[in-house]
């Protein structure tokens, strides 16, 4: 039995010095990312955070705003600065989006950019973006009345959009397009109709990876992962708080019903290769994912080379007859467990993407990089072309015409 016990205490001894080695390991790792990124920062070309898309016919003119305005949020994720979006703006510029009647605002959050900032937690980026939507309603109600909001995040960005619209709707601030125009509490501002809200590549159930050995990637991941992004990690690894983690407690009525105030809910999910956000988490899927183990014959869209066709593709055990999730291994199961079926509770348009092109060279060719590594780092980022470099206009092309057509009841007209 002493032999036994020795032996025990000393395996804790070692996993303990592995791990204390690779804490050290990844703060260095952050110190020289922290160098690089501030100098990529630095180095960023920054533009207008407040952009109008105006009809094709006539230049936007501040002092001649025409009748129904319409706020567009868009909110980035960690260590991202509001020139994530720089692409998603010039795609609506270069097809000409237009929305007739409606004139629409299109706010980049730039309070929160960065990767110091980002990693300070959920409620303090939601607390920010408010601010900042609070303050341009404020410093436009003279010239525009703005009548509804619509809200996009990518990555951390979209669960931080439901803490942002959970307080605008306390707030009197936001309401359904059946409810009676209110006046905002403490502000004075009216209402606006929650029309849209989008969320690109985002882990609505979190972070958590299920861990089964003591020494596995998954087990060093959760004790590295609070090294590197701090509140934000343990928010996303519900580890902020033992009986109620902010993410479970962002799953309660009061978010749900703010949420469900939305005309429409859409999100876009990576099937494969996303590290930072898997399948499950992406698209707060009740089952395992269903392209996985060559289940699937997988039939591609043709408005996107990128965007599956669920409808047309061929799975040999099909979704909903894949055994539910039931997170088996995980200590925060039951919390798991409830935040997918409140999620789930209220309608969405769930789309399943395959970047399965990396880059694209000088010459447009696309290079192919089938199960490598390569793959695992683009992917995430590559949904919404946060790098020019990289392959997948068609995909942000295609996500700017359903944010488009879901922020009206009008067709929207590209002018080519």
Known sequence: NNSNNNNKQQKQQVTQTILHVHQDTWETIVFVFHIIYLFSVLNTTMSLRLTELHSFYAEYDKEQVGHGKHLLVLLHGLNGTYADFDNMLSVMKEKRMRWPRNSVLVLRISSNGGFIKTRKGISAYAESAVKEIRSLLFDLEENHNIESFSICGHSMGGIVAREVVKRLWEANLLRSSNDKDTVGVESGQRSMVANMFMTIAS???????????????????????????????????????????????????????????????????????????????????????PYKDGNAAIVYSDECPYLIDQEKTKFKVPPEMMPPLQFSTDSHKHFLKEMTNALNSVPWTKHHVNMRWVCKSIVTLYVRFEYSLLQAFPQHIQIMQKMSFLAGREMLEFIVKEMATAMVSLEVVILE
């Not at 087990?219 to 580890?239: E, I, K, N, S």
Request: proline share 7%; charged share 20%; hydrophobic share 35%.
């Open 203 to 289: 882990p609505h159930l979190g972070i958590r990876r299920p861990q089964v050995h003591t020494l596995s990637f998954n087990t060093l991941y959760h004790h590295a992962a609070p090294c590197v992004a701090q509140q934000t990690a343990r928010d996303f690894l519900l580890v902020d708080d033992e009986d109620n983690p902010l993410l479970y407690e962002m799953t309660k009525p009061t978010y749900i019903e703010a949420l469900g105030a939305f005309r429409k809910r859409i999100l876009f999910g990576n099937v494969f290769y996303d590290e930072a956000v898997p399948f499950c988490t992406g698209t707060i899927s009740q089952y395992r994912n």
